[in-house]
């Protein structure tokens, strides 16, 4: 039976159950859902999941919806090399360690969501969330700015995976696990995307890059991510602005983005 599995190439969650997927080897098709511009509310996508989040898989009719679960499924369910154990060990010991730290990272993502996503990049102009949300993402990137406290909460995580990372000891693949993956995916978006963050303010977490680099089909992987993040470095750069017309243009599909949000809300 086919296996789809939901994506979004911007989303640290959805990148992390795609490579979970490459490394089980896993016969699957991928669906783009593009967040940018306003995919998850289609018909289609919201009958998959109601919530309209990536990732989300369809695994013969069986759905998931969280993407560490769909990692812990991949492995447990179609993993067929013995030599991933170390990715997600039997172990049950090795194993709540490992899930231990594969759920550390919800923190983190909870705070990159509104200081790097809301924030900055999705009012940036030229980018498809101003074409697709309207005036509507300015709104919320104007608050999510206004949010201190997510600023304070992803400087906070970011140290704290930087220490975490670094007791890790990792030197090779075979030291990774899921629980790595998660995070690294995570930390890359606020450091291709963040002014105030690059990696080598982060040693331990640029040296989990570097590893990351030589897992098999990583490139499929963060190739897409990378090329997203730098065109919102490019209008970021150059200051791209919209112009008059644009914005008012940006009023009516705010507008309009608000009615189908609401209509998927109550109808489904």
Not at 52 to 72: E, K, W
């Amino acid at each position: 039976m086919t296996i789809k599995l939901y994506s979004f190439r911007f989303s640290p969650p959805a990148r992390l159950a795609i490579l979970a997927a490459e490394i089980c080897s896993v016969d699957y098709e991928l669906v783009e859902v593009d967040l940018s511009k306003a995919e998850q509310f289609s018909a289609e996508f919201v009958a998959v999941n109601p919530k309209h989040q990536v990732p989300s898989l369809d695994d013969g009719g069986v759905y998931m919806a969280q993407s560490r679960d769909i990692c812990r499924h991949f492995f447990d369910n179609h993993n067929k090399n013995p030599d991933n154990d170390h990715w997600y060990p039997k172990d049950p010991v090795k194993r709540e360690e490992v899930n231990h730290w594969l759920d550390w990272s919800k923190p983190l993502h909870l705070a990159l969501e509104t200081a790097v996503v809301m924030a900055h990049v999705g009012p940036q102009a030229g980018l498809p969330f101003r074409d697709n949300y309207g005036v509507l993402i300015c709104l919320l990137g104007t608050k999510a700015r206004m949010d201190t406290q997510s600023l304070v909460e992803l400087n906070k995580n970011m140290d704290i995976a930087e220490e975490m990372v670094g007791d890790r000891n990792i030197e090779n693949v075979e030291d990774l696990n899921i629980g790595d993956l998660a995070t690294f995916m995570e930390v890359s978006m606020p450091m291709e995307c963040h002014p105030d963050y690059n990696w080598s303010q982060y040693p331990n977490l640029s040296h989990l890059y570097n590893i990351c680099k030589k897992v098999p089909n990583f490139d499929k992987v963060h190739q897409p991510f990378l090329e997203f993040s730098e065109n919102y470095r490019h209008h970021r750069d150059r200051g791209t602005t919209a112009s008059w017309l644009e914005l008012a243009g940006q009023v009516v599909t705010a507008v309009q983005t608000v009615l189908r949000m609401a209509k998927v809300e109550l109808l489904g």
